[in-house]
């Protein structure tokens, strides 16, 4: 069993998920009817280094498991996100 507890956040807008170092482990998005959705994560704020980029379709609910042991953000987790009505991540 992993050792570190596994917590959650949630978004509806740009901004920061998580404020400190976490690792990434699953991420539910759920697209809007119009647009061209997107999500980009961030390492650290709205400046940071783009770690994962992903784009969708319109009106999807879409379950992304991050493989192993998931992707490190070393200075807090931010979401850039365009045309997304929520984004639900999952981190340790």
Sequence with gaps: MAGNDVKSATATA??????GRARLRHVLVKTSSTG???????NG???????????????????IPLPDEGLLFTDGI???????????????
């Design 45 to 63: 704020g709205s400046g940071g280094t783009a770690l994962v980029t992903m784009d969708f379709v319109t009106s999807v609910n879409e379950d």
């Design 36 to 42: 061209t959705p997107q999500v980009v994560l961030k």
């Design 78 to 92: 931010y979401a850039d996100i365009t045309n997304i009505d929520r984004i639900t991540i999952f981190y340790s």
């Design 14 to 19: 740009d901004g920061v998920l998580f404020a």
